[in-house]
């Protein structure tokens, strides 16, 4: 799927030079999906050549931001650049059945391992910057070497992690929107699984999909 340029009247996003700062290259992950009622959660990761911080940013990726800042017309235009001038990126969601059988806290852990062996299978990283506050222990146990940095507001504050947010939620708000072809009547592809009015009402009409984390104790 293409997606032409998107002009916008938005500044580009002063971020903290931490890439530029690093002798070893720099992944950034985010989640996406963490607080809906439905659907996966997915968790971005980018990792872009040092190069690319040594200079002013191509205009391609000057609108880079924390997602939730961006409509959902510049988050489409900005995958292809991302994927262009990244080393490797992509995405990794655990199912609703997944987060009601682990929490969602591990299950974002867990995505954040499959993510970062991803990479690994291709680039060594030598640090992995994370939005958010989290302990992952296991995550350090499994990569000994990698130093790893949450950092709340991460995705506002480096370019990695924004790219990654981005990736994490145009995949996931795409996913949902297939979710209408077999589940009929919740209209996912409008709400993404948070908790609108409108999907709260829609809950209360049609009882709990299999979409639903039951987990999360939904009384409507």
């Known amino acids: 799927m293409l997606f032409r340029f998107v002009k916008s009247k938005l500044k580009p996003v002063s971020f903290e030079p931490l890439e530029s700062q690093s002798t070893k290259p720099v992944v950034g992950l985010d989640e996406a999906g963490r607080g809906c009622l439905a659907g996966p959660v997915a968790i971005g990761f980018a990792l872009f050549p040092s190069q690319l911080f040594q200079s002013e940013l191509p205009e391609e990726l000057r609108l880079v931001r924390d997602s939730k ?95 990654a947010s981005i990736l994490a939620k145009v995949y996931r708000d795409r996913r949902m929107a297939r979710f209408d072809r077999y589940i009929p009547g919740y209209d996912f592809g409008r709400h993404a699984g948070y908790g609108t009015a409108h999907h709260r009402n829609k809950i209360h009409e049609l009882g709990l999909s299999p979409l639903h984390r039951t987990s999360y104790k939904l009384k409507f």
Do not use: W
């Open 69 to 163: 800042l961006l409509s959902s017309d510049h988050r489409e235009s900005l995958v292809a650049p991302i994927r262009r001038h990244s080393l490797i990126c992509g995405v990794v969601m655990a199912s609703s059945r997944t987060i009601d059988r682990m929490g969602i806290n591990p299950a974002i852990e867990h995505c954040m391992i499959l993510a970062l062996k991803r990479v690994k299978r291709q680039i060594e990283p030598g640090q992995a910057l994370i939005d958010g506050n989290y302990r992952l222990s296991k995550l350090r146990d499994s990569f000994p070497d990698l130093e790893v940095e949450c950092l709340v507001g991460g995705d506002n504050r480096v370019f990695s992690i924004a790219a």
